[in-house]
């Protein structure tokens, strides 16, 4: 094999010739097409011999392609036409229509043969054969029809289009039909096929021309008749916006003014599918043209509410504009615009099943019930409108509480308590919210039913153990109904629970509780057992007070009242006999809670400083009142003065929440203990520094 040979110069040629360039010069170097030559017949033998060759040719042709293409059958018959040998033309034809006899053209064409050299009855044959094969082809049956009207046969031809009627043909078969009889003054036979027309296709458009064949001749009252059967017969999904604007403008007409607004107004009321925009427009300009002052203002309310179905339409989810359009129609007055309205904004179904899509949905909802319940007093409406609500909502996924309940409160005001237990009982099984297990709790103890609620608290922390609030609540209604030991075991299983969501408001609840029911010790145990969960400085302080505090003042301050009702009461009598102790002996529990609190947090939590300075200033205004009333001393203030530790204005770098450093300083206050001040190496120079500015200071004032 011979290698390529390689291109030395690969710059590009002196002349670009483009590809145009290179098909147009071979186009012209093609030879012309080869034409066959023209032959004279002169002898009989000769035209026998060619006509045996051509039908040869032929007849090779279909044996090869014809049964697939059509076309090769129809030059062949047309030869055979032109050879004047009709015989053999209609043999081909039949032997083609044999092979597709569905093919429109052929039985087209064979017909058209048969009629240009008028074998009438050979046509006649023809089109009989092809609208009975092909009865759905309407250029059969009108080019059938065409023939013998121009016969002069028109019996013939009603024959013929009674025949296609039959089939129930479209629009314009019945309409042809209607024409044949009225050029030939046949007015009731057509009004007889109008008759049978809107029967077979119950449509606006037969009404309409059925309308304007009665106006045409001359008779207004069967036209508006039409009109009005029309409205009477077709349903309502055929009914479009086209037959309201023919009926109106045909009133107009005839100068039926209030004809043609009733006319609008109807259809702007009841007229349910479809764009009405073209119902609007026309009555505006309707009122402009020959309205009063009412009905421009009528119409002016019909445009406001024209543009909020217009954006609607745009953004059918924009609930503000279902919100607008819904006030409107309820400032209108008119119920069954406003239930129209509330259908239409409802059927607006958020895109996707999940919660923030349906928030501003649900409330149509809502305002469509208030409105049944408290505007329309139709109960049965509401209920039904919560029932359609309440299945609409995918509660597998998420639900809304705002709507059980609200769906039961209705059942309440109308004295069905079964059915709002019901409608309760359904919301817990589906979809157990706390907020539902609040709601259906109150209404039970309201009625008095202690036992349900026992029950329902149980459901409600099997549902949620974790709830502190559930916890606290139950212990509650124990603790409301007496039932201290009930109370106490629900505090302690709440407390021994391994993950609460407010552990602190429970523990909190316990002690109160014990507290109100003045049993000092077991409080005690309580704040020693928290303390062992947690070293907050809240602890430390309400632990300190408990100490430090009668149980009588603390049950006051629980309850919110006045505790200066207790001044100068004897302190054995601010207790009970079980808890009966010195103000002494609370001053100095008090300061040992105070101390270890403050030993927890600046050994334990080093990095606590504010919280250990918070827990120094009570402790010294406790120290300070206990000095006032007698029982404490100035060396128990003093001793606390010392541990109070000094404010000093610090700089440290700026540092964002991703943890980067911006370059910047900012300044903050530091707290200085005492004990920390042989660890800072430059404390005395600090010091002699704060010792200077302060003296400055005092000199300037």
Known sequence: ??????????????????????????????ADEFQAPSVKITDPQELAEYRMGKRKEFEDNVRRVGRWNG???????QWEETQKDFRRARSVWERALETDPRNTSLWLKYAEMEMRHRFVNHARNVWDRAVTMLPRIDQLWYKYIHM???????????????????????????MAYIKMELRYGEVDRARGIYERYIRCIPSVKAWVRYAKFELKNGNPGLARRCYERSLEELSEDDITDELFLKFAEFEEMLDETERARAIYKYALEHFKEGDASAIRQRYMAFEKQRGDREGIEEAI????????????KKDPLDYDLWFDLTRLEEEAGDLAKIRNAYEMAVAALPPAEEKRYWERYIYIWIKYALFEELIAKDMERTREVYRTCLKLIPHSAFTFAKIWIMAAQFEIRQHRLDAARKIFGMSIGMCPKNKLFRSYIEMELSLGNIDRCRVLYEKHLEFNPASAAAWGQFAELETALGESERARALYEIAISQPELDMPEA?????????????????????????????????????????????????????????TSKFAG???HELDDSRNAVGQADRVKKARDIYSRGFRSLRELQLDCKEEAVMLLEAWRKFEKESLASGFGSEEAVQAVEEKMPRRVKRKRPIVLEDGTETGGMEEYYDYIFPDEASAAPNMKILEAAYKWKKQKMESTD
């Open 1 to 30: 094999m011979q290698r390529p040979v390689p291109v030395k110069n690969k710059q590009p040629a002196p002349t670009q010739i483009t590809a145009e360039q290179i098909l147009r010069e071979s186009k012209s170097l093609q």
């Open 71 to 77: 076309s090769i059958w129809v030059k062949y018959a």
């Open 148 to 174: 013998e009207e121009m016969l002069g046969n028109v019996a013939g031809a009603r024959q013929i289009f009674e025949r296609w009627m039959q089939w129930e043909p479209d629009h314009h078969g019945w």
């Open 301 to 312: 309310y019909v445009k406001r509410r024209e543009e909020y179905e217009s954006k609607l």
């Open 506 to 562: 429970l523990w909190k609840a316990y002690i109160d509780f014990e507290i109100a029911e003045e049993d000092r010790r077991n409080a005690r145990e309580l704040y020693e057992r928290l303390l062992e969960k947690t070293q907050h400085v809240k602890v430390w302080l309400s632990y300190a007070k408990f100490e430090g505090t009668a149980l009588k003042i603390l049950i006051a301050e629980q309850e919110g009242e006045d």
């Open 569 to 571: 009461q004897d302190v």
